[in-house]
């Protein structure tokens, strides 16, 4: 579309990778239509502009301390980062040798973005990086504290959660946290968000999330304009290049060459998730005792307290059947035809990128929006299975064969090849999230007039 040429979009990401990721990918996406991006970010997780020299980058200088990290980080970004963003924003507004801003692009759970594009009379979209279906989980929240859903009990963990099915009460996020107040206080303010927005974007599809798509077009964002257009990481305009906080290790690609066609049991719990040593135990016995080869993720951090305590003797007892590695290429991985099950903390980019290779899940979910991921995958979608009941070797074991060599495990993969063929598909010329992408320059151009008036003055 000619149309957006000249027209500049400021992205702003939240700066944890989950996030992160899909923000680049989107800026890709919409460099791709002839929209020139410019990511703002923090020094706290801070990008590198040499992984995409097509953006124009500016920092603005916002950290956190290593207390700060461990508590509320998100509350605290959006008080940090008001006024540095603001004086950002007024510069490059005000800057005539750049092209003109068509509208920001922005995180909900950045809230305080509103009240700073009001100030510039700026559009401001907003994109979920997470799936639609844990944003209408989101929105439900005081519906579900009117209801006595929260907070969460110990004893009613196993209740189905009847507004919401297929999900319990133990699907719903904040049960293990130490303070649940300011967890559903975080997460209302950010669906609220979208109501007070010029629109709102996906990294989904039709066919995965229609029925949840329908109901936040229909029930809860009735007046905002709402554009599926993901997958993006299968988008053909996006140049391949590392926007990892880690650096990957490709030692992976060359063991995974070695071993035999859906062979092999990856193992990835993404950035941020962590479990207990005497967990992470168990996960390495079930792992051997399952007698297939694996690649296993054990980035630093991953252990509480500990750092890789794996026993003496565990690697050279496998023979070369178990390889272990920081950090991998994981869209590289899952897309490897040696690779057969993708054991998963339910992130929705690994979701969604397993789903886009037909790699069938093993799921163990941690917290925030993976609960209800998993239990999509395994429940609705069918494409995968879930370790609900603690983290045993044997029961690690019977999970893995499950998938592996099992005929459930058959009809799971048959499904998972399915879902694939129709991720494929939605971004095809005339598929839905190709659509959707045209709708959504169409939408930014629509809207770029309010902006420019300010910008003139």
């Known amino acids: 579309m000619e149309q957006s040429r000249g027209l500049r979009l400021i992205l702003l990401p939240l700066p944890f990778q989950g996030h992160i990721n899909p923000m680049l990918q989107l800026g890709n996406l919409l460099h791709s239509k002839g929209f020139s991006i410019t990511i703002v970010h923090t020094k706290f997780n801070s990008l590198n502009p040499s992984s995409h020299p097509h953006f124009t980058f500016h920092s603005i200088p916002v ?27 007024a510069t490059l507004l005000s800057d005539a040798e750049e092209d003109p801003v068509a509208c920001l692009i922005s995180d909900p759970f950045f809230h305080f973005t509103r009240s700073v594009a009001e100030s510039f009379e700026l559009p401001r979209i907003l994109i979920r990086t997470g799936g639609a279906t844990s944003l209408v ?45 300011s967890i559903y206080q975080l997460i209302t303010n950010m669906a609220n968000e979208p109501k007070a927005s010029s629109g709102l ?73 962590a479990v207990k040593e005497a967990q ?30 794996l026993p003496d003797g565990f690697l050279e007892s496998l023979n070369g059947r178990g390889h272990i590695v920081k950090w991998a290429p994981q869209k590289e991985v899952l897309a490897h035809p040696s690779v057969a099950v993708f054991w998963t903390h339910s992130g929705w980019n690994s979701t969604l990128e397993s789903i886009c290779e037909g790699v069938p899940m093993i799921c163990m ?55 694939m063929e129709k991720a494929n598909l939605c971004l095809k010329e005339g598929g839905t999230s190709y659509q959707s992408l045209d709708g959504l320059v169409k939408h930014i151009l629509s809207i770029k007039s309010f902006a420019f008036g300010k910008q003139s003055e």
């Open 63 to 89: 950290d956190l301390s290593e207390s700060e990290k461990a508590c509320r980080p998100v509350s605290l970004l959006n008080a940090k980062c008001v006024e540095p963003f603001r004086e950002c924003l």
């Open 365 to 419: 979910p941690c917290f925030g929006d993976q609960m209800a991921n998993a239990r999509y995958v395994s429940h609705v979608w069918k494409v995968g299975v879930q370790i609900e009941h603690g983290i045993e070797r044997a029961e690690i074991e019977r999970t893995i064969n499950l998938l592996m060599v099992e005929k459930e495990g058959e009809e799971i993969r048959d499904r998972a090849m399915e879902l």
């Open 201 to 273: 974007i996906f990294n989904t599809f039709e066919d995965l999330e229609q029925h949840a798509l329908a109901t936040l077009r229909q029930e809860t964002y009735p007046n905002i304009p709402i554009f599926p257009i993901g997958p993006f990481h299968k988008c053909d305009s996006a140049p391949s290049s590392s926007t990892g906080l880690l650096a990957e290790d490709q030692s992976c690609i060359s063991w995974l060459n070695t071993q035999a066609p859906k062979s092999v049991v990856y193992v990835g719990f993404g950035s941020i998730a």
């Open 137 to 181: 989980v989101y929105a439900a929240f005081p519906l579900l504290k009117e209801k006595g859903y929260f907070p969460i009990q110990d004893s009613r963990l196993e209740e189905p959660v009847t507004e919401l099915s297929p999900l319990k009460v133990k699907d719903l996020p904040g049960k293990d946290n130490s303070d649940p107040e």
């Open 280 to 309: 992470f135990l168990e996960i390495a016995w079930g792992l051997a005792n399952s007698n297939h080869p694996f690649l296993w993720v054990v980035r630093p951090g991953l252990v509480h307290g500990s750092s890789e305590p």
